[in-house]
């Protein structure tokens, strides 16, 4: 099956990557609020250097990711793609979804931070607490999360791309559903485990949406070379 060879090796620098950018982000967030936080120190050009700065670190990474996996790809089934085609079609993928993960990434951390300073009157907590509180959404647990589970992404729209460049050679094709096969894969996509897509059990992903930190993949399965 289409296991990334060099997933871990891209896991570990995306979350080197968007750690990175976190600690900077923390360190200017916590100098913003100041001793009386309040969500509307935080401008907009706070918002937008991070949400550039995350894509730029995201955007690279992806771009490395599927031109890999293509190579990788091209190998294992003995076939020859146009490079120029496929490095166009990377770069749109790593540039597009890239900015749509970095948004929701965002949009989640404004969410949690406005519960958070909240909290932090309602309840009378002190700023050094504050501080921690906030520090998990900047730290290196969710940055391996996001990593872990959009690397998954990322070689899944990479093996979109193979598939939809052998429909364009005339070959049908289907996809296989494949779980990593250790003792973290979740009951959702254990249930997904050998399935093709064309069964109708699954139609986008891995990952699958409510599956955080999933490693699972999916192979293009040629049915016959005739188009359909």
């Known amino acids: 099956m289409a296991r990334f060879k060099k997933r871990l ?3 570990a620098e995306l979350a080197h990557r968007l750690g990175k950018v976190s600690r900077e982000a923390y360190n200017e967030l916590i100098e913003a609020l100041g001793a009386e936080p309040d969500m509307a120190k ?5 918002w937008g250097k991070l949400a550039g700065t995350y894509q730029a670190a995201a955007q690279v990474v992806f771009e490395s990711v599927i031109l890999e996996y293509l190579t990788q ?3 294992e089934q003995a076939i020859a793609l146009d490079w120029g085609v496929i490095n166009k079609r990377a770069a749109e993928w790593a540039r597009n979804y890239s900015f749509e993960l970095v948004k929701g990434i965002n949009d989640n951390t404004r969410a949690a931070l406005q519960q958070k300073i909240a909290g932090f009157y309602e309840d009378k907590r002190t700023l050094a607490e504050l501080k921690e509180s906030i520090n998990e959404l900047f730290g290196p647990v969710r940055a391996e999360s996001i990593s872990i589970t959009e690397l998954t992404r990322a070689v899944s729209g990479g093996e ?8 364009a050679l005339g070959l049908e094709t289907d996809s296989e559903w494949e ?4 003792e973290k ?8 485990s050998g399935t093709r897509r064309s069964e109708g059990k699954w139609r986008m992903g891995p990952p699958d949406d409510s599956h955080p ?3 699972c993949n999916k192979q293009t399965i040629v049915v016959s070379k005739e188009a359909a």
Do not use: A, H, Q, W
């Open 179 to 182: 779980t990593s096969k250790d």
């Open 160 to 167: 979109d791309i193979f598939e939809s460049e052998l429909n």
């Open 213 to 215: 930190r999933c490693r």
């Open 42 to 46: 935080l401008t907009p050009e706070f």
């Open 9 to 11: 090796d891209y896991e």
């Open 73 to 75: 790809r091209m190998k």
């Open 185 to 192: 894969v979740c009951p959702i996509c254990g249930g997904f």
